[in-house]
């Protein structure tokens, strides 16, 4: 008899990702492909859910092809996505009626601006743990609402569905039209003290509730697989999870005062709280994750829109190389102490600074700065923003982190890592198996699907395979931040 595996679909900002992963936890095989990124006016970004969909099913197929196994052994289907990023599609079809709006995108902006300038601000916060921002889903909702002909219409008589990306996928897997906790949470109209979508908040930005997927468990049976060319009918999805809180499960930060950062596209730093809802005052917000059996807890949570993002803009855009690996030499060989600033606010600034107008800036350049320096101060951004969001976590939380557990593509960069490692003066520790947000949802998966007895089973599947020490002079580092924090004092708005 075969042994189980689980296939993970780890669908992301830039592509797609399927892995088909053992029950010893590791990768069996995987394909990965990237779609459009389209960016129809300045400070928006869209996808085409199809193109999606389309890369996801062939990606099942190159998975399972290369593998050499057969999909009917499949134990179970964990997915995780990228989160706030918005949906509409037909009941009926699955057609979207308008492109994906990208959690990155700003088009909300203004209006996000109307409601705390009508006192809405702290009803939001309240019970949705998050603040008022284009950057989760509710105005993303009502924008494609309020802009698609005849779409409000339809919605109010049951034709169409929403959801984030997990949604979508589930539905063009098993008919089915859900989502879990996690994803839900990032909404802006989910009551996250009463694990329910909330009339009020729904009414203010005139969201029929029937459009709304049912919200469960993150470790739950959610459908399971129908009518597809990729894989036989019945295989169960028995995990879906936002990506950033399927990375904490992954790094097994299964207990209260544990935290990780995940270096993506954009950087998440997130700490589990437990069952004790904490609303932050050094802005960050809080939001749901997963204790050890899949159920929800709360976490707080640190999201930078621009993490390694800015070093594909530098290899796409400015054309300083053509292969990302090449910046981690290009930043060893600049200058050590370089006044190169780079403030990458090309969707506004995150926490803690949440200002949607702060644009990018490059400061401290003379006429003899050279790409290298640019470069060493692009994965510098990377690793300073991330020391604003813990340095507040710390604050909110009371807590000291020993270590920080790190994880994703830029985890690879050692210049980037042992630098952080300097900001922070604590060990930043990479795990094994760097994909620790596929991890997670395989993980939940497995348990659903019994390929794992308990979450004690997890605990020797992926363990570390690096350390870096701070070895940075506490004047260089004071140094630093004081670069840091005149340069990011000169982009906001606020």
């Not at 530098?314 to 290009?330: I, P």
């Not at 600033?341 to 401290?364: H, K, S, T």
């Not at 976590?393 to 300097?422: C, W």
Request: charged share 20%.
């Amino acid at each position: 008899m075969a042994k189980p595996f689980i296939i993970t679909i780890d669908q992301g900002t830039t592509g797609s990702r399927v892995f088909l992963i053992s029950d010893r936890g590791e990768v069996i095989s995987s394909a990965y492909e990237e779609f459009t990124q389209h960016f129809p006016r300045p400070g928006w970004v869209e996808h085409d859910a199809e193109e999606i969909w389309a890369s996801v099913s062939k990606l099942l197929g190159k998975a399972l092809e290369s593998s050499g196994l057969k999909a009917a052994d499949a134990a179970a289907i964990g997915i995780t996505n990228q989160r706030e990023t918005t949906v509409v599609w037909e009941k009926g079809t699955g057609k979207p009626i308008h492109p994906a709006i990208v959690w990155q995108c700003r088009r909300t902006a203004d209006y996000c601006e109307q409601l705390k300038k009508e006192g809405r601000a702290d009803v939001f916060q309240d019970k949705t743990g998050l603040v008022l921002d284009a950057y989760f889903s509710g105005t993303k909702i009502k924008y494609i609402l309020d802009n698609v002909s005849g779409a409000r219409a339809r919605a109010e008589k049951g034709e169409l569905q929403f959801g984030t990306i997990d949604s979508f996928l589930l539905y063009k897997l098993t008919g089915e039209h859900k989502t879990d906790y996690t994803n839900a949470s990032r909404t802006l109209i989910f009551n996250i003290h009463k694990l329910a979508w909330d009339e009020e908040l729904c009414k203010i930005l005139d969201i029929p509730q029937s459009i709304l997927p049912t919200a469960q468990a993150s470790s739950s049976l959610f459908g399971k697989t129908r009518g597809l060319k990729s894989l036989p009918d019945g295989i169960p999805v028995y995990s879906m999870i936002g990506d950033q809180q399927s990375a904490l499960y992954g790094q097994l930060c299964h207990s209260p005062g544990e935290a990780k950062n995940t270096y993506g596209t954009g950087c998440f730093v997130v700490m589990n709280l437990g069952k004790k809802f904490l609303q932050s005052k050094n802005g960050l917000i809080t939001t749901l994750a997963c204790d050890a059996n899949g159920q929800p807890v709360y976490a707080l949570e640190g999201s930078i829109f621009i993490g390694g993002a800015v070093i594909q803009w530098l290899r796409d855009k400015m054309q300083f190389f053509d292969d990302s690996k090449e910046s981690e030499n290009m930043a060893k060989n600049a200058a050590h102490e370089s006044d190169v600033v780079f403030v990458p606010a090309f969707a506004g600034l995150g926490a803690p600074y949440w200002d949607q107008n702060a644009r990018g800036a490059i400061l401290g350049l003379t006429r003899d700065t050279t790409a290298s320096q640019i470069t060493q101060a692009a994965l510098k951004a990377i690793a300073l923003q991330s020391y604003d969001v813990i340095t507040a976590m710390q604050i909110d939380s009371g807590l000291k982190l020993p270590t920080l557990k790190v994880d994703g593509g830029a985890t690879r960069n050692h210049y980037l890592m042992e630098f952080q490692a300097g900001l922070l003066d604590a060990p930043v520790v990479v795990p094994r198996n760097a994909e620790t947000t596929v991890l997670g949802a395989a993980y939940l998966a497995g348990l659903g699907a019994k390929v794992w007895a308990s979450p004690d089973e997890l605990k020797t599947l992926n363990p570390p395979a690096a350390t870096y020490h701070p070895v940075m002079k506490g004047a260089q580092r004071d140094r630093e931040l004081k670069l840091w924090k005149d340069a990011v004092g000169r982009v906001l708005t606020k």
